[in-house]
């Protein structure tokens, strides 16, 4: 069959004809390449005139804007330095001499010898300075006499009577007035301690939300003329959603973590003198702790009182410093631990403090050897004061990772050990061990300055700066004899951010 075709009738192509438009095709608008590099340009442009505007704008107004927040005038941060007293030396009472030659507080005339009369001086010792070899301590004899014949006072040409004394027997009375003194002690040493509460919001097994807090005891440690500084154990502060304080008189505010040791687990919180009470500003200077030693040499078997929560809730201790040459290695640094008589909780925290009201340790129970978790275990304040200030001030601390103890006289001298400080435990991928230095080697200089002890050692590596290359000699030993090494190590920095 022959295909059959078909042409369309004249209305057919009529209609077709109409719906032509339909297949016309629509040219895009060219790119003006020009336009467009200049519009891009003029919104650059714009862009970095609004930027400096702002910037320019900003450091004119932040001063009065600074000032319209603040309530404090001048905003001035100082540097915190935490003075260490003498460590060594006791105190001696000063003896104000009157007209007449004798003590104007102690002396009393006794009697004349001779047409002159004799003054008797005593000067008492405190009772926190009194050892067993005093010679105010009797002998168990009703009179001892304090020296034979006629003596004379430094200073002056009176000659000065033989000092009886008679024992006193104490009384009910006397030792509820001791207590009482102590007690009222605590109380003024309380002032500077405050109540740190860490709030963190959970969920349990059913989804439901709730809020659980910790408490720790912080002290007052400075005010840097912005900020009120405060010490304490962030341990069972770590995680917490908020941190807020609470000072002795009822007010409080909100903390942040200024800086933080990992080791220890000591920190620094800070408020702003801004956001304190009007009587806690006044009076910021008044709270700040005075802080004593922890190395004099009566501190062992001496009295101490711990303050704060002790018992885990506030309480108060007495007792006496039963151990202070346990030392607690960190990395690059050791800590004095002092170990007391006084029953405690695992979980209290508070400070130590000598019958002067001077804090001597603060509370670290996370330390108490095995059996002794009972015990009050603290940190010696003289050991952990360059660090309280470093932190403090946001010093940046320099690390080497190594671990070190010293090495006693009679074994150096045995074994032929240099003078210095024995290498125990290296970090891993620590400087020391990125440049080379083994376990048993004995470091005795940094950057030029002696490492005898650990205290040295600590001392040296905190004169130095993170980042930065440093000289350290050590010895190695082959087997036989030891040989000097020195080289450059790059320190790095030790991690204080919250």
Same mark, same amino acid.
């Given at each position: 069959?022959?295909?059959?075709?078909?042409?369309?009738?004249?209305?057919? %192509?009529?209609?077709?004809?109409?719906?032509?438009?339909?297949?016309?095709?629509?040219?895009?608008?060219?790119?003006? *390449?020009?336009?467009?590099?200049?519009?891009?340009?003029?919104?650059?442009?714009?862009?970095?005139?609004? /930027?400096?505007?702002?910037?320019?704008?900003?450091?004119?107004?932040? $001063?009065?804007?600074?000032?319209?927040?603040?309530?404090?005038?001048?905003?001035?941060?100082?540097?915190?330095?935490?003075?260490?007293?003498?460590?060594?030396?006791?105190?001696?009472?000063? #003896?104000?001499?009157?007209?007449? &030659? /004798?003590?104007?507080?102690?002396?009393?005339?006794?009697?004349?010898?001779?047409?002159?009369?004799?003054?008797?001086?005593?000067?008492?010792?405190?009772?926190?300075? !009194?050892?067993?070899s005093d010679d105010e301590v009797g002998n168990g004899?009703?009179?001892?006499?304090?020296?034979?014949?006629?003596?004379?006072?430094?200073? =002056?040409?009176?000659?000065?009577?033989?000092?009886?004394?008679?024992?006193?027997?104490?009384?009910?009375?006397?030792?509820? =007035?001791?207590?009482?003194?102590?007690?009222?002690?605590?109380?003024? #040493?309380?002032?500077?301690?405050?109540t740190i509460t860490g709030v963190s919001s959970n969920?349990?097994?059913?989804?439901?939300?709730?809020?659980?807090?910790?408490?720790?005891? /912080?002290?007052?440690?400075?005010?840097?003329?912005?900020?009120?500084?405060?010490?304490?154990?962030?341990?069972?502060?770590?995680?917490?959603?908020?941190?807020?304080?609470?000072?002795?008189?009822?007010?409080?505010?909100?903390?942040?973590e200024k800086s933080i040791d990992r080791d220890t687990?000591?920190?620094?919180?800070?408020?702003?003198?801004? &956001?304190?009470?009007?009587?806690?500003?006044?009076?910021?200077?008044?709270?700040?702790?005075?802080?004593?030693?922890?190395?004099?040499?009566?501190?062992?078997?001496?009295?101490?009182?711990?303050?704060?929560? $002790?018992?885990?809730?506030?309480?108060?201790?007495?007792?006496?410093?039963?151990?202070?040459?346990?030392?607690?290695?960190?990395?690059?640094?050791?800590?004095?631990?002092?170990?007391? @008589?006084?029953?405690?909780?695992?979980?209290?925290?508070?400070?130590?403090?000598?019958?002067?009201?001077?804090?001597?340790?603060?509370?670290?129970?996370?330390?108490?050897?095995? &059996?002794?978790?009972?015990?009050?275990?603290?940190?010696?304040?003289?050991?952990?004061?360059?660090?309280?200030?470093?932190?403090?001030?946001?010093?940046?601390?320099?690390?080497?990772?190594?671990?070190?103890?010293?090495?006693?006289?009679?074994?150096?001298?045995?074994?032929?050990?240099?003078?210095?400080?024995?290498?125990? =435990?290296?970090?891993? @991928?620590?400087?020391?061990?990125?440049?080379?230095?083994?376990?048993?080697?004995?470091?005795?200089?940094?950057?030029?300055? =002696?490492?005898?002890?650990?205290?040295?050692? !600590?001392?040296?590596?905190?004169?130095?700066?993170?980042?930065?290359?440093?000289?350290?000699?050590?010895? *190695?030993?082959?087997?036989?004899?030891?040989?000097?090494?020195?080289?450059?190590?790059?320190?790095?920095? %030790?991690?204080?951010?919250?």
């Amino acid at each position: 069959m022959a295909d059959e075709k078909t042409e369309n009738t004249p209305q057919e %192509k009529e209609t077709a004809s109409d719906y032509n438009f339909i297949r016309e095709q629509i040219k895009e608008r060219p790119i003006n *390449r020009k336009r467009l590099f200049r519009r891009t340009m003029l919104t650059a442009g714009l862009a970095v005139i609004f /930027g400096v505007i702002a910037c320019i704008t900003f450091l004119l107004l932040e $001063p009065l804007l600074s000032k319209m927040i603040s309530s404090d005038k001048e905003v001035e941060m100082t540097v915190v330095s935490l003075p260490a007293p003498a460590e060594e030396e006791e105190e001696i009472p000063e #003896v104000e001499i009157s007209e007449d &030659g /004798g003590d104007k507080i102690h002396a009393q005339s006794v009697g004349e010898e001779g047409g002159e009369e004799i003054s008797v001086v005593e000067v008492e010792t405190p009772i926190e300075d !009194m050892t067993l070899s005093d010679d105010e301590v009797g002998n168990g004899e009703d009179e001892v006499p304090a020296g034979t014949g006629e003596e004379t006072v430094p200073g =002056q040409d009176t000659p000065v009577a033989p000092v009886v004394y008679e024992r006193v027997e104490l009384e009910l009375e006397d030792y509820r =007035q001791l207590y009482r003194g102590m007690y009222a002690m605590s109380e003024e #040493v309380s002032k500077s301690l405050v109540t740190i509460t860490g709030v963190s919001s959970n969920e349990d097994w059913l989804s439901e939300s709730f809020q659980s807090t910790r408490q720790e005891i /912080g002290l007052i440690i400075a005010e840097n003329g912005y900020e009120l500084l405060i010490l304490a154990d962030s341990s069972r502060l770590q995680n917490a959603d908020s941190i807020r304080v609470t000072f002795s008189d009822g007010s409080g505010g909100e903390l942040r973590e200024k800086s933080i040791d990992r080791d220890t687990g000591l920190a620094i919180y800070a408020i702003l003198l801004s &956001g304190l009470s009007d009587e806690m500003r006044i009076h910021a200077s008044e709270r700040t702790a005075v802080l004593g030693s922890s190395y004099a040499s009566s501190i062992l078997g001496n009295a101490v009182i711990a303050v704060g929560k $002790p018992l885990g809730t506030t309480s108060v201790g007495y007792g006496a410093v039963t151990s202070v040459n346990r030392m607690i290695s960190y990395s690059d640094a050791s800590y004095q631990l002092l170990t007391t @008589d006084i029953s405690g909780s695992e979980t209290g925290s508070g400070i130590l403090v000598n019958l002067r009201g001077q804090v001597v340790g603060v509370i670290c129970q996370q330390n108490a050897g095995e &059996g002794m978790e009972n015990l009050i275990h603290a940190y010696g304040i003289s050991s952990i004061r360059k660090l309280v200030e470093n932190m403090t001030n946001g010093v940046k601390l320099p690390s080497l990772g190594l671990y070190v103890s010293e090495i006693p006289v009679e074994v150096s001298e045995e074994l032929g050990i240099p003078k210095g400080v024995c290498v125990t =435990q290296l970090e891993m @991928d620590s400087p020391a061990m990125k440049a080379g230095l083994l376990k048993g080697d004995v470091i005795q200089m940094i950057g030029g300055m =002696q490492c005898s002890t650990v205290t040295d050692y !600590m001392n040296a590596l905190q004169s130095q700066s993170p980042e930065e290359s440093t000289e350290i000699i050590y010895a *190695r030993t082959n087997g036989e004899s030891y040989r000097s090494v020195t080289i450059e190590i790059v320190l790095g920095e %030790k991690d204080t951010t919250p």
